[in-house]
């Protein structure tokens, strides 16, 4: 197999050539794609090194300080931290969340970080299949810590869960009236429950930590590998990343990595096909299936009717079933 | 269009015309099929009058009994009342849950009531669309409260709570210690969580309604339509039904139900086409699509590589993209 010119200096460590490697797998152009899987296939064998860690929080509640302050704090002990952005948002403005040395000012040019904002999606698989991507990029190129950041639109927690080995909600000391701003299902997706600025009003931060441990033991079923826990921290003057840091160790040794991973590639392997062969089907039929649709929701037929219609399977017949 | 033979009795109310449209909906005799959706077709316009309430709470909470109670309740008051059931285990054992003359000796002989176990399963759409479809028939012979009971296997809350237009947790007065029972998930379907067995410990009862409303509350977004709400009930001295159906009536005053019932049934409809293509698709395939799945496990190919060629699609060509 022919090796691609990136694949030896990014192997080497080499910011350039991962930087490079990821603008390749942005690219919408079809002959890049091939040459970035290309890529992608040759490296896969020396990523998976990394510790990943999914983010979320609504704005304000301070990603980027954490992010900073954790990043900072691993670097200094050796760590080789990546930071990655999910943010469907960014497909429509084109740009990324903030400019990366406002945001984290420190870390943006700390020779032991790499920090790349959200890569544009658009085909299949859409941002989270270029994120994902570029965390196999940076694992190969030897990072050993990868922040995975999102700012919460549409499915993005779910699919930063799915690609990451444990996901962190960041909260509010006034988390209590927050949680009610929390999305459906976050709590759910959630490892730890962090609540920063907890210096700003540490009784309210206690309250809140109280708070949280409670809706995560609620919402954690009996027998589960991990149990989710609410950390204080703050990120500003640097209290509680060591604990975090510890909790992130402790998860490690606790969980099943090997196995949840497996479980998130096979889950991600068989979304993209499922995708990709709707597209496939719907190609060129909008606007009978919208007629179709516009018949069911009218009564004039009734759903099964319409699907076989739709997928030319006659009704006196048994539907095909996979064997 | 010709008219089936059982419509006019069903639609004039006769149980027995509704009985023997539920077995034909839920034969899986190919010509059957045909016959059934040509009725449901013709029955649809007179169908939507019910209130369609779904019912779930693990065994041993009281459901048949709450049920028998409420359904009673109804039925003296002029109400006819339907019951069903979806237990996507029926579909193993091949029978309902447990014989309904025992579980509702009252109801099951009210003229008033028509209750149908568990419709089998196994078809496109499975158990829930049997469930749907039968539904449709209930509400085409005129019945106007259709009870939808889950025993809670698989995904059987999440298409219960997508079919009906209220759905109902029935939880006991220690729900403190039994929310970690319940499934992860459940507490967001909920749109009434109800204590049941109030009057065998009032105190816990009490407790039980506090935590469920909390739980409830950190779980409903700002802005939400309906405020979810937990309720005490004993079903064994008739305590609580009528402040539940009190719920239930201001409930159906402010929820918007036309629109809820049209998201459901676009739902349904697309669900059941993504199923029937994707069995389309992976028909005769299953031993490539587990090689691809193999290859990418171990890292042979990416997930992309895999995809495009299960889908014989060059990786130097733009997939196709819906229009």
């Not at 990014?10 to 050539?17: E, I, Y």
């Not at 490697?21 to 064998?45: F, K, M």
């Not at 949280?212 to 149990?227: D, I, K, Q, V, Y």
């Not at 606007?287 to 929701?297: F, K, P």
Request: charged fraction near 20%; hydrophobic fraction near 40%.
């Amino acid at each position: 197999m022919p090796t691609h010119p990136l694949a030896a200096p990014l192997l080497a460590g080499q910011r350039r050539a991962l930087a490079r490697a990821i603008t390749l797998i942005e690219s919408t152009r079809p002959d890049h794609e091939a040459e970035a899987q290309a890529l992608l296939a040759e490296l896969g064998p020396h990523a998976g090194g990394a510790v990943r860690i999914g983010l979320t929080g609504v704005p304000g509640v301070g990603k980027s300080t954490f992010i900073e302050a954790l990043g900072l704090w691993l670097a200094e002990r050796g760590h080789r931290v990546a930071v990655l952005a999910v943010d469907p948002s960014s497909v429509r403005t084109g740009g990324s969340i903030m400019g990366d040395k406002t945001r984290m000012p420190g870390l943006s040019v700390h020779p032991g970080a790499f920090i790349r904002p959200s890569p544009s999606g658009g085909t299949l698989g859409g941002v989270a299949r270029r994120t994902r991507e570029a965390m196999t990029l940076c694992e190969a190129a030897g990072y050993d810590v990868v922040l995975v950041e999102t700012v919460g639109v549409g499915q993005s927690e779910t699919q930063v869960a799915g690609m990451t080995d444990l996901f962190v909600l960041l909260t509010l000391p006034n988390a209590g009236d927050e949680l009610q701003g929390i999305k459906r299902g976050i709590m759910e997706l959630c490892d730890l429950a962090v609540v920063n600025k907890a210096d700003t009003d540490p009784r309210a931060a206690n309250r809140a930590q109280s708070q949280l441990t409670a809706a995560l033991s609620l919402l954690t079923p009996h027998g589960a590998e991990w149990r989710p826990r609410a950390l204080q921290l703050s990120a500003l003057n640097g209290q509680g990343i060591e604990a975090f840091w510890e909790a992130v160790q402790e998860f490690r040794g606790t969980v099943d990595l090997p196995a949840r991973r497996r479980t998130q590639t096979a889950g991600w392997f068989d979304e993209l096909l499922r995708e990709a062969v709707w597209k496939t089907f719907v190609q060129g039929r909008s606007q009978v299936l919208g007629q179709r649709r516009s018949e069911v929701l009218a009564g004039q037929l009734t759903p099964v009717q319409a699907v076989r219609a739709l997928l030319d399977l006659p009704l006196d017949r048994p539907e095909p079933r996979p064997r």
